[in-house]
């Protein structure tokens, strides 16, 4: 599939700092998810949004989907050492249902 | 709920043997099976689309006689990579996707090395 800009590629954060990162895409998508990978495992889903301009919160992860459909944020709120991992936003149209990924932001939180 | 499992975990095999990976959906039909590699510090890259009861769609570069997917029921797929050799060697990571939902739920990956 197609790879989407996801920036930044990484950053480490204090404990206790909100974090944002952001994905963007010359194309349209339908559907916009948030996924977080620890090493060794398969990615978990935070987040799914379906409609452009919504906006989505779950516990201290907010994100929206972007007004032009092109487009989608994640920030952390308060971040904590379990906040450690790779973020990944996938990009899905509606007629197959493939995603596409993007690079992924890797999280490092020093205590 | 949406729990996706795959085996084994991890496998070690020698060049030029074959090896079988499974991805099961514990509690929920998935219509539709993907199948990803991912190589150290890389994202997923989509190599199949697997369809319960059809032949899998494979993205472009990724060779169908290499690795044979099978999805013979709406709980399991499999993914078999023929005459392994070391370039082969990588995390497998498969997806299925709830047949009501968009959503795709991973399995927690297959880390497989070629020898």
């Known amino acids: 599939g197609q790879q989407l800009n996801q920036s930044p590629q990484s950053m480490f954060i204090q404990e206790g700092e909100d974090v944002s990162m952001n994905c963007t895409s010359s194309s349209i998508f339908n559907t916009w998810l948030w996924y977080k990978q620890e090493p060794g495992e398969g990615p978990v889903l935070l987040i799914a949004?379906?409609?452009?301009?919504e906006l989505t919160s779950n516990g201290r992860l907010t994100a929206q989907f972007g007004i032009t459909r092109k487009d989608s944020f994640l920030n952390i709120s308060a971040s904590i050492p379990s906040d450690v991992g790779i973020y990944f936003c996938a990009g899905q149209r509606s007629n197959d249902y493939k995603l596409s990924f993007g690079a992924g932001t890797t999280v490092t939180v020093r205590a | 709920g949406a729990v996706v499992s795959q085996h084994p975990s991890r496998v070690i095999c020698k060049s030029g043997t074959s090896v079988k990976i499974e991805c099961r959906s514990l509690?929920?039909?998935?219509?539709?099976m993907f199948w990803y590699r991912q190589f150290p510090k890389q994202s997923l890259m989509l190599m199949a689309t697997?369809?319960?009861?059809?032949?899998?769609?494979?993205e472009q570069g990724v060779e169908k006689d290499k690795f044979l997917i099978n999805h013979a029921s709406l709980t399991l797929s499999t993914l078999t990579v023929t005459s392994a050799h070391p370039e082969d060697s990588s995390f497998y990571i498969c997806?299925?996707?709830?047949?009501?939902?968009?959503?795709?739920?991973f399995g927690p990956g297959t880390r497989l090395t070629v020898t």
């Open positions: 509690d929920f039909q998935a219509t539709t």
């Open positions: 697997s369809n319960e009861g059809s032949k899998a769609t494979y």
């Open positions: 949004l379906y409609k452009a301009g």
């Open positions: 997806s299925a996707r709830n047949r009501f939902s968009y959503e795709q739920y």
